[in-house]
């Protein structure tokens, strides 16, 4: 997959991207620009708004936060100020407080954001890399905003136990039933349904042959050399590295 560090490019029709580590996307509604997202770095605020100009030139309008993570929601004071009404789950807005980046409007389940002629699709399935997480249906651009519930390799959570890998399941599926040719994820590369598929099947490979070995009292190296990453996901973003 191509990976060019702070490229910016339309990865379905009037969806735009900022690819790097910390990703930022936006979508055109018709009547104004809606935002996912807002990074870790306040100061991409004026760059994030130069990058809308160049690519829709129209007013960013909303700011659509998929988790309250810090690295998500740096910019929301400056884009508040510039007149963006900002949306997320309940959740986050008990987690803001008075925050002046708060969000202005939350919903328990789903929230449809309604443009001119397009609509911006949220829905909560939280429980696994936060208890936030809302992905961003773009149904146009048969497009999915995944935010953090992939990692290129990594697990998401910071527990694995069975109650959480049940979750991890029945949030992928979720994924995976929407009608989406592109997902764009948090950070690094854009995917498609076929990496969430590859993913579930080495994460399902991962809980069945390491517990045997780690009951052997085998160091990280050790397991690490003797379950090496598998030849298909070499090329994964970071994988090797992790």
Not at 44 to 55: E, F, L, N, R, S
Request: net charge negative; charged share 25%; glycine share 6%.
């Amino acid at each position: 997959m191509e990976f060019i560090e702070n490229r910016v490019f339309e990865a379905a029709p009037g969806v735009f991207v900022r690819n790097a580590v910390d990703n930022c996307a936006w979508v055109d509604l018709g009547s104004g620009v809606a935002a996912i997202d807002a990074l870790e770095d306040p100061t991409m605020a004026p760059v994030i708004q130069k990058d809308i100009a160049d690519t829709v030139g129209k007013p960013m309008r909303w700011l659509l936060n998929t988790h309250w993570h810090p690295d998500h929601i740096a910019c929301n004071p400056a884009w508040h100020r510039a007149g963006a009404t900002i949306i997320a789950h309940e959740s986050c807005a008990r987690s803001a407080g008075d925050w002046e980046g708060k969000p202005d409007i939350t919903f328990a389940e789903t929230y449809t954001l309604e443009g001119d002629g397009r609509r911006a699709e949220m829905k909560w399935l939280g429980g696994t890399h936060t208890p936030w997480d809302t992905v961003v249906y773009f149904p146009w651009a048969r497009t999915l905003h995944i935010a953090d519930l992939f990692g290129w390799g990594l697990i998401p959570v910071q527990r694995v136990d069975d109650p959480m890998v049940a979750r991890i399941h029945q949030v992928m599926g979720e994924v995976l039933r929407y009608d989406a040719d592109v997902l764009i994820p948090g950070h690094g590369p854009l995917l498609t349904p076929r990496h969430i598929r590859r993913w579930l099947a080495y994460f399902d490979d991962l809980r069945e042959r390491v517990p045997p070995l780690a009951r052997h009292s085998q160091s990280p190296e050790e397991l690490e050399a003797a379950i090496p990453v598998p030849e298909d996901m070499r090329d994964w973003w970071r994988l090797p590295d992790c």
